[in-house]
């Protein structure tokens, strides 16, 4: 199995950044794909990154393409987002996941979540 507890939520002025972290505990880290998803009220949950088991390739949603980066470091069993220049469309619910597929866009190719973590872009 695998746990992961996400944490750097918080609340921060348009502009601004936040750096999210994931910490896993389980078998293989470096095994699995892993990718950041966000929910806001009312909305479908939507991907945001990825980064695979393999090469470290890393995948973005449009919309945070350029503002936001996906990095792990398998040695620390911890997978980070970076999110600058920070909106109020941003404003959500934060999750981390990790899947035995490459990677993948879909919420239902991952197999292990963390509890999620609070952003909160005020305007």
């Known amino acids: 199995q695998v746990q992961l507890i996400e944490s750097g939520g918080g609340w921060v002025q348009t502009g601004g950044s936040l750096r999210l972290s994931c910490a896993a505990s389980g078998r293989t880290f470096s095994s699995y794909g892993m990718g950041w998803f966000r929910q806001a009220p009312g909305e479908e949950r939507e991907f945001v990154a990825a980064i695979t088991w393999s090469r470290s390739s890393t995948y973005y949603a449009d919309s945070v393409k350029g503002r936001f980066t996906i990095s792990r470091d398998n040695a620390k069993n911890t997978v980070y987002l970076q999110m600058n220049s920070l909106k109020p469309e941003d404003t959500a619910v934060y999750y981390c996941?990790?899947?035995?597929?490459?990677?993948?866009?879909?919420?239902?190719?991952?197999?292990?979540w963390g509890q999620g973590t609070q952003v909160t872009v005020s305007s």
């Open positions: 996941a990790a899947t035995t597929a490459r990677w993948s866009r879909a919420t239902d190719d991952y197999e292990y």
